[in-house]
């Protein structure tokens, strides 16, 4: 019978040679998720062995790293701030990008119970979080994916949070007025999809990830009758997408309109708020 730390040794060394990053690190996050044990605990008892059924559902699961399949859908799961979060392939796998966008939003809400809707939810990461923050707002959830909006569903009910979902594109189910908007919609042209490595291009779904700047022009043209006034937006946007945002938001009922950065010193987020009668 092998050991954990044999299996995590030749497991590493053919991560390794599958040019998988950071190996060692994703063949212990693979065996203590297997053992439903936290990746530090494996070295508590690093040298006892594993029975034949475990070695065999880690093999199979290794080859599926080897194969750049992202962690995330391998273990079906994620952390995501307070939340614990299914990931399947039908949504894209939740960035820490988007932790900071919900920390932002959070810090600019109060206790009040506002509508806030999240157009293009995906696994509903952000206004699951939100939620779970704000218990007192009434938060809906929308996708253009019926599969995805699945995922979404279940994760609200493993998360014990109590929210609305709609099934349509952006906003064509909605009714009604909202004082918060968020969204986080494809935004990777088509150019910067060729170049994106292959855990991302060969496995997450490309139509939560293409789009460019198509998305925020409709969102330009057909927010306002949804929109209560002094509602505020924010929006996640890809790297060298603030200027296009800035134009494409210029009228005059656009205002504060400004940009925060994520960790790697890019302008990830927009937000800005909007004003009847400008």
Known sequence: ??????????????????????????????LAHLLNKKRLELYFDYDAPLQEKEVTAYRERIKRKGDKE????????????????KVTKDVLIPRHETEILADLVSKQLGDASIHIWDLCCGSGCLGLSIKR??????VTLSDVSKEALAVAKENASLN??????????????????????????????????????????????KLALVGGTDFYARLEWELPPYLN????????????????LEELFKASHWTQKRCEKDWSGNDRFFFLEYRKGF
């Open 1 to 30: 019978m092998r050991s954990m730390r044999e299996l995590i040794t030749l497991s590493t060394d053919y991560l390794e040679k599958r040019g998988v990053a950071h190996p060692r690190r994703e063949a212990e996050e693979l």
């Open 70 to 85: 992202p962690l995330a859908y391998i273990l079906g799961e994620m952390p995501f701030l307070e939340l614990t979060l």
């Open 133 to 138: 923050r704000h218990p007192q707002a009434e």
């Open 160 to 205: 014990h949070l109590d929210v609305t979902f709609l099934e349509g594109d952006l906003l064509a189910p909605f009714s009604g007025k909202a004082d918060v908007i968020l969204c986080n919609p494809p935004y990777v042209t088509e150019e910067e999809y060729e170049t994106l490595e292959d855990e991302v291009r060969l496995f997450e779904p």
């Open 229 to 244: 006034d002094n509602a505020k937006l924010f929006f996640e946007i890809g790297a060298g997408q603030k200027e296009a």
